[in-house]
């Protein structure tokens, strides 16, 4: 098995483990068109994508050509043995040949070679080939010697040693040449001054065959360096983009979708498909021209022994096609036993208080313990997969190399092929094989790449945001002022006849109306689930009501720009949420703020006493949820990011449910002070915090019940009354 690329990760992401437990399929069949989608975010990078294959196809070259420059290195310089030819012979017996044993001297002495002594020296090699009953005629006529010769260039060492045993040597003008069994009889140096030619042919073709390691190594260098860098690449734009159309979909979209699985869209899922590009396409392309470079190799080194090698191929296919479906059922298995395992672990550690108080702990480790055994067993029908898988294919390569050996053998016997041709078929049926084991392995991976894929432009192409086709223009809201000046949005609200509902058939908001004039401070009071908070979301555009209309100063929300809307009007929401980072970023929230201004937002809520007294005030660096301030300090912080950001409008949705009594009559005082002349809509529970609103909206079932002031609404003794009483009648 091939080592995976370093830029793709070993495991999935937690959050994968997570998402596999909602029943979504891990795997996936290949898909063309997905294949097609992504390669589609490769086009801007097509340089990398071209020195990609570039180094693909000369690692490929340069893996292939080195068996065959073995075999040249064998039978051209190891082995080296020549035909002897007698022209003049030749020249008497040619009237005498047939057509196939003429046309196989012809050919012969077509082919130059080494002249010495009258005769003509041919290397014997896979290129030339006389079958035997051909050679034999011509042995017979005498056109051929019936021996194996050596022949040799001559030069000075050679020259010396033919002169020393002239008896055994045929010597010509430029070339020498002596039987191969004369040749043995010689002593090792001068067996070497003979052969210097061949040595020097082995050294240099020694060089060639290290150039070339180094090649293919620089090339793979580079071909894993690109192949992550695209896969990176392609990584971080498709992250971007689904991160840009996550924030843009609507609070509807959002609150169907688990944030887990979501961050899985952008995380695990997207790491599959740069898994595609490292661990997948880049390998499939290099085992299978891999394959393709080795059986083209065969059949041209040996049409008959490659036709050999292709007949045991058809049980390897089929053994690979049964193995990837093994492999992917066994997969699945062990990502869902994976699943239950990490979710059931994160769970039970999340509540390990509760699990404690109510004496659960070996209840929660039997349940632990059948969810572990599970996961083994489904690691270890994986594992049996592959251990089954590897050794047959072992077996099977073993096998073909034997069948190589037996009938190549029987073939170089008799002559038909070199002993060079057999040795690099060796070689090449072993680089066969390991692509072979390569693609069934990483088919799961391919089939993961395909899920995650689908699932990453299911996500892109889903549409549902709310639509911002606004065309009414707000003045003052696109820069704020720094004055005590307020934009120029006057403020005044009207919801007329408003029906909303969040699943069909169960309608939140059953035709409220009511008006919010400038510059008042309204308070929407009722039961849980009457529609208070709602009214904050339709209000600022986070959902969109089903009919209806709501105005800003005359003009349907939807016909102002969504930006310019929210810029307007600004909640202070129930759930507060800082992100990690200093105090004054959270003030600030990407504003251009200056520190006055930061400062005097948090003195206009009594914030700035706290945030002074943090260790780095207001670039005091907040944790994850803001967790190492308390509830209180944490919504003094939203109010005065609220206040910095200057709104025409501000809804306070339970703002002050976890402040303490003392901060909270602050917090009214600032209020009071910075809210003159701004509307503002104050939900709460606790009636004590709205006695001076301008006026007070009683909602009951989605609808408007009751509207006034503090004291005319005790007066009518109604549903106001009725609240008001359960909440301090023990008082």
Known sequence: MRVRPPCSSWRPAVADYFEADSGEDVTKEYDGRLVMRILSWLKPYKALAAATIFALFITTLGEL???????????????????????????????????GSASAAED???RGGLEAGGFTFILRNRDIHIPGNIEEELVRRGIIRDEDWYAFPLEAPGRAVMENHGGIFIQGERAGAVKKSDLRSLSIPEIAAVRMGDIRMIEKNALIFLGILAVVFAFTFSQTWTACLMGQKVMKDLRIALFKKTVSQSTAFLSRHPVGRIVTRLTGDVETINEFFTAVLVAFLKDLSIMAGVLAALFILSPKLALAVVLILPPVLLLTLISRLKARDAFRRQRRASSSVYAYLAERLAGVQVVQLFLGEKKSSREFQARSRELL??????????????????????FTAAAVIVVGGNMALSLELSLGVLIAFITLVQMFYAPVTDIAEKYTLLQSAMAGSERVFKLLDTEETIPDTGKHEIEGTVILRQTAGLTKLGGRIEFDDVRFSYKSGEEILKGLSFTVNPGETAAIVGYTGAGKTTITNVLARLWDPDSGTIRLDGVPIQNIPLPQLRRSVLPVLQDVFLFSGAVADNISLGLDLTEDRIIEAAKAVHAHEFISRLAGGYKTVLSEGASNISSGQRQLISFARVIAHNPAIVILDEATSSV?????????????RILAGRTSIVIAHRLSTIKNADRILVLSGGRLAEEGTHRELIAKDGLYAGLYRLQYQGA
């Open 65 to 99: 050509y080195l068996p065959v420059l073995e075999q040249r290195i064998i039978d051209e310089a190891v082995l080296a043995k020549f035909f002897c030819l007698d022209r003049e012979r030749y020249e008497r017996e040619k009237t005498r040949l047939n057509g």
């Open 108 to 110: 012969l002495f077509g």
């Open 377 to 398: 067993n489904a690691n270890l029908g994986e594992m049996y997969v592959f251990a089954t898988f590897r050794p047959i294919v072992e077996w099977f390569a073993t």
């Open 660 to 672: 303490d009594t003392e901060t909270e009559h602050l917090i009214q005082l600032g209020m009071q």
